[in-house]
């Protein structure tokens, strides 16, 4: 019995009225729910997970069985916590497939399994006939889906998860693959951390004491004040210029990968915060913190402590995915020009704004210059690279944070004109002024 208060609905579901998958997502969000404290659910129709990668044990299940049971078992283990397989309904709300894995169009790039790049392709026709709109991207909020002030969401990716919290000032925890399938078949996810409004409040207040105006800026600022804040939540104000989206979701990005920041305020920016004083609501005494000069350093060296061959074999940009504006920058910079012999680029975008980008003649100005415009998956989530790749450069604090760690190789952070340089180059030629 449980103990979280449920509705007559919500039991109706518990109670298996809707259907066995339906039953397993709610006793399993019933059981996350008390774990986490929730007193109840709350309604969702905003569901942002991952359900359509393919893995081993997927692929080996499609080959004995085919390729419907493959998937059908891969929801019921992944998703709904089921050892039991149990066929995949149509999802009840909104819901979106975040990014998953590369699809065929790529296999020229890369050495990743082709099995597995055709069960990708057979999954997206799997999950969007039953529902889930195929987004493929990090960046959710660049294709459509935009939730709207105080929204209860269930999102995962941390850096969709912070600006869906901090820039949208919609609502949702940083969910897994488990609650997101569970929320999709149901519309409920548990009510606790940020969907209460009194865990919204600031719990830093962070001065900013030297001038944050570009990308790579706004990428240091957000590295350094996630390893110092955690999971907490900063309240930013001193000399930052007016940010766009670009640098609020690179900033959120690097927040969220050097500490597990999910929330973030900036007075007159962010739309929970129209001030200082209503960003930390009744707290009161928070710890304030300076990041000038020596900490905008810190950040940087931390984020190039792995890179020690100045030699670049791959550029990697669009993490999290690019926005048109960026690919039409490194367009921009790339037109009329070659890489280096031996150097790779892949530029990572939804592939809706692969779309415009082919429609813009920004695909063909890449290409040209002889880079790729990739849609779906990245590097560090797909593991996969241009072959023999031991020395990355990048314009992301978080693609720097992780593919070292992930990969093994060595990465270089910097400024977009810092990667294309190294691009046409073959060197890395960036640094701090
Ligand atoms: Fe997106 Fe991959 Fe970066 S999921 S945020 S491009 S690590």
């Keep these: 019995m449980a103990n979280m208060k449920l509705t007559d609905s919500e039991k109706a579901m518990l109670d298996g009225g809707e259907g066995p998958a339906v039953q397993k997502a709610m006793d399993l969000l019933v059981r996350y729910g008390e774990a986490l404290g929730a007193e109840r659910l709350v309604d969702t129709n905003n569901v942002c997970g991952a359900a359509t990668a393919p893995s081993p044990w997927k692929l080996e299940i499609a080959k004995k069985r085919g390729v419907e049971q493959g998937l059908h078992a891969g929801f019921s283990e992944m998703n709904l916590d089921s050892d039991e397989v149990i066929e995949m309904p149509r999802v009840k709300v909104y819901t979106c497939q975040l990014i998953q894995q590369f699809g065929p169009d790529t296999a020229s790039l890369h050495e990743g399994s082709r099995e597995m790049l055709e069960l990708q392709k057979q999954a997206d026709s799997f999950f969007g006939a039953r529902g889930m709109h195929i987004m493929a991207t990090c960046t959710p909020y660049q294709v459509g889906n935009v939730p709207v002030k105080g929204e209860h969401c269930a999102w995962m990716e941390s850096s969709a998860v912070i600006y869906c919290n901090s820039v949208l000032g919609a609502r949702t925890n940083a969910e897994g693959t488990e609650s997101t399938g569970a929320a999709s078949l149901t519309g409920k996810i548990p009510y606790w951390g940020y969907h209460l409004p009194e865990n919204r409040f600031g719990t830093h207040l962070v001065d900013v004491d030297v001038p944050v105006d570009d990308m790579m800026d706004w990428g240091l600022l957000g590295y350094y004040v996630g390893e110092i804040v955690q999971d907490e939540i900063p309240v930013l104000r001193g000399q930052m210029?007016?940010?766009?989206?670009?640098?609020?979701?690179?900033?959120?990005?690097?927040?969220?990968?050097?500490?597990?920041?999910?929330?973030?305020?900036?007075?007159?920016?962010?739309?929970?915060?129209?001030?200082?004083?209503?960003?930390?609501?009744?707290?009161?005494?928070?710890?304030?913190?300076?990041?000038?000069?020596?900490?905008?350093?810190?950040?940087?060296?931390?984020?190039?402590?792995?890179?020690?061959?100045?030699?670049?074999?791959?550029?990697?940009?669009?993490?999290?995915?690019?926005?048109?504006?960026?690919?039409?920058?490194?367009?921009?910079?790339?037109?009329?020009?070659?890489?280096?012999?031996?150097?790779?680029?892949?530029?990572?975008?939804?592939?809706?704004?692969?779309?415009?980008?082919?429609?813009?003649?920004?695909?063909?100005?890449?290409e040209e210059a002889g880079g790729h415009i990739v849609s779906d998956s990245c590097p560090a989530i797909s593991r996969m690279m241009p072959r023999g790749t031991r020395v990355v450069a990048t314009d992301s604090a978080k693609q720097a944070h992780y593919l070292p760690a992930i990969t093994g190789v060595q990465a270089w952070f910097g400024s977009l004109q810092n990667c294309i340089d190294a691009a046409l180059t073959g060197t890395w030629s960036g640094g701090l002024d």
């Design 241 to 366: 210029s007016q940010p766009e989206l670009i640098k609020l979701k690179h900033f959120g990005a690097a927040a969220s990968s050097s500490g597990g920041v999910e929330m973030y305020h900036i007075p007159g920016v962010t739309p929970e915060a129209p001030t200082v004083e209503v960003a930390l609501g009744p707290r009161r005494g928070v710890q304030t913190l300076t990041y000038g000069k020596r900490e905008r350093r810190i950040a940087y060296e931390n984020l190039n402590s792995t890179a020690k061959d100045r030699k670049v074999d791959f550029i990697m940009l669009g993490c999290p995915h690019d926005t048109i504006e960026q690919i039409w920058q490194a367009a921009r910079l790339l037109e009329g020009k070659r890489l280096h012999a031996g150097t790779e680029l892949w530029i990572h975008t939804p592939r809706a704004l692969r779309e415009l980008a082919d429609r813009c003649g920004y695909t063909k100005i890449v």
